[in-house]
């Protein structure tokens, strides 16, 4: 007979006992939520881990990477001898990796970083650098209004001995920015001028992938100029978690000091950094594919009358106002096709997910909604009395 203890204990396991899968059963269709993802052009973040992806990954050891992790220790290795640095170490997110490769730069107080104000150092960490480094951040507008420049950097970064002021100690460059990628030739500029000064240079190189897969520079080459570079896996290379620091071997252990404290010291992550290396491998030669999609997005954007705001490797930003186009017409239409895709703002991006056939189906949408505004012109607008049918169509289409 069962104890009252065991009978206790069996009460307990049954009150903790829960089957995720059965209370959301509609969410693990897989086949329907790539076919969701393959028509999102809200960001590459969306991609998912396939099965192939999951098979390789389920091949990586199985050890704790707070203490030593076999197949995140070989892709951290492989990653820094890819971009020509000492060491590397896995993270849980790019927004950590960033503010991580920050605070190991900056010793003491004050100080100040100098980026882009667009960066999403400075636009999307919720903070951070002020958080978790005490550092006040110098966002600086480019004067060429694309990129930031030496004369930039020369302009507004902080030195001397003013008390009055937090010194520039590191400076913080974003490639791609906004899809756009950064002239090699004018980060060498600024990574000399600062070095020469004592600033340490560090890039947030989420989307660097989609760099070197276009313009066909190393890794190496990219990284370079720079003292820490923060590497993505999860957006261009759709594994499903990680990126990571590069930088010298003292640099990365104290990175990795700081990893634990704040928090992102992980366990069993050899599956992700096998995911990880899929991506490399298998998901980084789609890149190409990716910016040609990008571009006949662009185009066909372009013929239908749509203001181009941006077109850079996988994103597309579109303006449809002046076709009389709301941005929330085309996101709510676009919603309710019988095959929906999914659009939240001015910016599209293309993914190693997304298929042909969301691009010419969005496309034809904002044909419709064109043609249909053009019909409405015409209704709502009376020509001067008096004139034939065929000058009314005339004036339509001028319309």
């Not at 060491?87 to 920050?102: H, R, Y």
């Not at 030195?159 to 937090?166: C, E, F, K, N, Y």
């Not at 070197?212 to 990219?222: D, N, P, R």
């Not at 994103?315 to 939240?344: C, H, Q």
Request: aromatic content about 8%; proline content about 5%.
């Amino acid at each position: 007979m069962p104890s009252e203890l065991d009978k206790s204990r069996l009460a307990v396991a049954d009150e903790v006992k829960f089957d995720t899968f059965a209370t959301i059963p509609e969410l693990c269709d897989h086949a329907k939520q790539y076919k969701a993802i393959s028509r999102d052009f809200a960001s590459d973040t969306v991609t998912a881990p396939t099965k192939e992806m999951y098979t390789y990954a389920l091949q990586a050891s199985l050890a704790d990477d707070v203490y030593f992790e076999p197949t995140a220790n070989s892709l951290e290795k492989h990653i820094a001898k890819l971009t020509g640095k000492e060491a590397a170490v896995f993270m849980p997110s790019g927004t950590m990796s960033n503010q991580i490769s920050l605070r190991t730069h900056l010793m003491q107080p004050p100080y100040s970083v100098f980026c882009d104000y667009r960066s999403h150092i400075n636009r999307y960490e919720t903070g951070g650098t002020a958080f978790h480094s005490g550092a006040h951040t110098v966002a600086v507008i480019p004067s060429n209004g694309n990129y930031l420049t030496l004369h930039d950097v020369k302009q507004f970064i902080i030195q001397g001995s003013d008390i009055h002021l937090a010194p520039t100690h590191v400076i913080a460059l974003e490639n791609t920015l906004g899809g756009a990628i950064f002239p090699q030739e004018e980060i060498i500029k600024i990574s000399e001028f600062a070095h020469k000064e004592g600033i340490m240079m560090h890039l947030d190189g989420a989307r660097l992938w989609h760099v070197a897969a276009e313009t066909g520079t190393s890794m190496k080459e990219l990284c370079d100029p720079f003292d820490s570079v923060s590497l993505c896996f999860s957006k261009g290379l759709g594994a499903p978690v990680g990126s990571c620091i590069v930088g010298t071997k003292d640099f990365i252990a104290r990175a990795r000091w700081f990893r634990k404290l704040f928090g992102g010291g992980m366990r069993q992550i050899g599956v992700l950094a096998g995911c990880a290396a899929y991506a490399l491998n298998h998901n980084f030669p789609q890149l190409p594919r990716v910016h040609d999609l990008a571009r006949r997005l662009e185009a066909g954007l372009r013929e239908l009358g749509v203001r181009i705001l941006g077109a850079n490797t996988c994103m597309v930003f579109f303006d449809p106002t002046p076709l009389g186009i709301e941005y929330d017409e085309i996101s709510e239409r676009a919603a309710k096709l019988p095959e929906p895709v999914t659009i939240v703002s001015s910016r599209l991006v293309v993914h190693i997910q997304t298929e042909d056939q969301a691009v010419d189906d969005f496309l034809a949408l904002v044909k419709t909604i064109v043609e249909e505004k053009k019909v409405a012109v015409f209704v709502t607008s009376s020509p001067p009395q008096g004139e034939s049918s065929a000058t009314k169509k005339i004036y339509c289409e001028a319309v």
